[in-house]
């Protein structure tokens, strides 16, 4: 068992390869978002992928639990939370394959150079600053709002370090997709998958998975929905192997 120095942290079991995760949950703890785009990210073995925005560094746990990703670049602002994504990385001896950088992901092709990632994955945050609730938590709060970066920042430098033909794969929320889509030409990205997340069969979208490459040419594909519940507090069947046997709801 991990001893948490803070007695709001909590070690959690990932369900795959015995890999676990540190969270603190008086500042974010990750969710389904976090576990549905690492499912849906295609990405090789010996990829080597940067992450905007890791935050305690689920992304990279997730995929490297799933053999995708070789190198990683984990790029975060908030220093508490870089600094979980280190810890956690070495609990998991991975330290040596994933990189975990505190700085602004705003110019993140400045200091980790352009046109050299295969992949970047990211979960940015979902509300524009302003808007919606701001939670007191400051590490909640830059999670959920566009107080460090906005949309078209993470599109931007995405484009920017990724190599021709290179993949962002993002998670982002249904009421913001049209924006999303109308940004990636003026980032030199195009969307090539797509698919929808719903919560229950008969409710609309709530989350989209997408695809975007460099350089890629026109087409995009529609995949099935996804639904996370078939009752309620009971996932369907792809959620559950998506989750494994350890990876909790939060």
């Keep these: 068992m991990t001893v948490c120095p803070d007695p709001h942290e909590r070690t959690d079991d990932l369900g795959r390869k015995g890999f676990r995760i540190i969270q603190n949950t008086k500042t974010f703890c990750f969710g389904i978002d976090a576990v549905l785009l690492a499912e849906f990210a295609q990405i090789g073995p010996r990829d080597k992928v940067a992450d905007l925005g890791c935050g305690s560094g689920i992304l990279p746990l997730l995929l490297k639990a799933r053999d995708k990703g070789g190198r990683f ?39 980790l150079g352009k046109n050299c990632y295969d992949a970047v994955v990211t979960n940015p945050p979902y509300f524009k600053s302003g808007s919606g609730l701001v939670n007191p938590s400051s590490a909640k709060a830059v999670a959920r709002h566009e107080i460090f970066c906005t949309l078209e920042d993470v599109l931007r430098e995405s484009a920017a370090l990724l190599k021709e033909n290179g993949s962002l794969f993002l998670v982002f929320r249904c009421w913001r997709m049209a924006e999303a889509l109308a940004l990636l030409p003026g980032c030199g990205l195009k969307a090539r998958r797509l698919r929808i997340v719903h919560s229950r069969r008969e409710s609309a979208g709530e989350l989209f998975l997408l695809e975007a490459r460099k350089g890629e040419r026109d087409g995009l594909v529609i995949e099935p929905p996804c639904v996370i519940y078939e009752a309620p507090g009971q996932f369907t069947e792809e959620v559950r192997r998506a989750c494994g046997s350890g990876e909790k709801e939060t």
Excluded at 82 to 97: H, K, T, V
């Design 73 to 111: 670049t984990a790029v975060e602002i908030q220093p508490e939370q870089a600094q979980l994504a280190r810890r956690n990385m070495a609990l998991n001896n991975l330290s040596e394959e994933v990189e975990v950088m505190e700085a602004d992901l705003r110019n993140a092709s400045a200091y």
